[in-house]
């Protein structure tokens, strides 16, 4: 199947790990030119010696203003088919553990960057009359995970905000979608094997496990099945696809609605 990005102009921040590494590649082995982001050097230049100039390095904390201006100055006035806004999110803690700082710092890290970066891709997507948003959330706006209050709460702000979102920039050719992924082998799950492991006075190992039994496949996810779905949703072939928090887990989800 020809998803028709080659040669179009992608963003993909967190980029050098997990769903953000497995997007950009994805994207890049179809064709397609990405500026990718991540908070480290580690990573950035590997891949771009291999993709050579079909990639652009972007390196700083996208959560900030500064490098949202720095994002956009290296984009300057091309066409941008598709961004996947894509970060880190909040420690795991329980409510009691938590303080104020803790909600207004998990405010910064998972809701405010991304309707500030929001914006300045409208400025350049609206008057294209094209693009595509991806916003990388988790399995947690539908069901929560324990632990995880402050990511719970804030992601189902982003869910909220792209619902809303989709239904004012639709006329535009402009489509906003959340990918709510579970439980995938990504550095992000070993800090919570970590942490359960902690709680239950069990291995990592034995958490591991625990995790994987609550996933109707009986194993992790591969980021790389998410970046198969990432990729047609930034595809033209995706453009009557707008509004929607789409689960990526495994049947860890028993919902109706998941």
Same mark, same amino acid.
């Given at each position: 199947?020809?998803?028709?990005?080659?040669?179009?102009?992608?963003?993909v921040t967190g980029a050098t790990s997990g769903f953000g590494a497995a997007i950009a590649t994805t994207l890049l082995e179809e064709g397609a030119s990405v500026i990718i982001?991540? =908070?480290?050097?580690?990573?950035?230049?590997?891949?771009?010696?291999?993709?050579?100039? =079909?990639?652009?390095?972007l390196q700083?904390?996208?959560?900030?203003?500064?490098?949202?201006?720095?994002?956009?100055?290296?984009?300057?006035? =091309?066409?941008?088919d598709g961004m996947?806004?894509?970060a880190g999110g909040p420690p795991a803690k329980s409510f009691a553990e938590t303080q104020m700082a803790d909600w207004d710092a998990a405010y910064a890290s998972i809701l405010r960057w991304k309707v500030k970066i929001t914006h300045e891709l409208l400025d350049k997507m609206i008057p294209q009359g094209y693009g595509r948003i991806i916003y990388i959330e988790s399995a947690a706006v539908k069901q929560p995970i324990e632990n995880l209050v402050l990511s719970?709460?804030?992601r189902l702000a982003v869910v909220g905000f792209v619902k809303t979102l989709s239904q004012e920039i639709a006329q535009h050719g402009i489509t906003a979608n959340v990918l709510a992924?579970?439980?995938h082998?990504?550095?992000?799950m070993e800090r919570l094997f970590a942490n359960k492991s902690m709680l239950l006075g069990i291995s990592p190992e034995e958490a591991r496990k625990l995790f994987e039994k609550e996933n109707l496949t009986g194993k992790l996810g591969n980021p790389a099945d998410l970046a198969s779905l990432a990729l047609w949703l930034l595809s033209p072939h995706a453009a009557f696809i707008t509004g929607q928090t789409?689960?990526?887990?495994?049947?860890l989800i028993k919902g109706t609605m998941g």
């Open positions: 199947m020809d998803f028709q990005v080659s040669n179009r102009l992608f963003v982001n991540a =908070r480290k050097p580690e990573g950035l230049d590997d891949m771009q010696k291999k993709y050579g100039n =079909r990639v652009e390095v700083g904390d996208i959560t900030t203003d500064a490098v949202i201006a720095d994002l956009f100055r290296l984009i300057g006035s =091309r066409l941008l996947v806004a894509n719970n709460a804030m992924p579970g439980y082998a990504t550095p992000a789409i689960s990526v887990d495994g049947g």
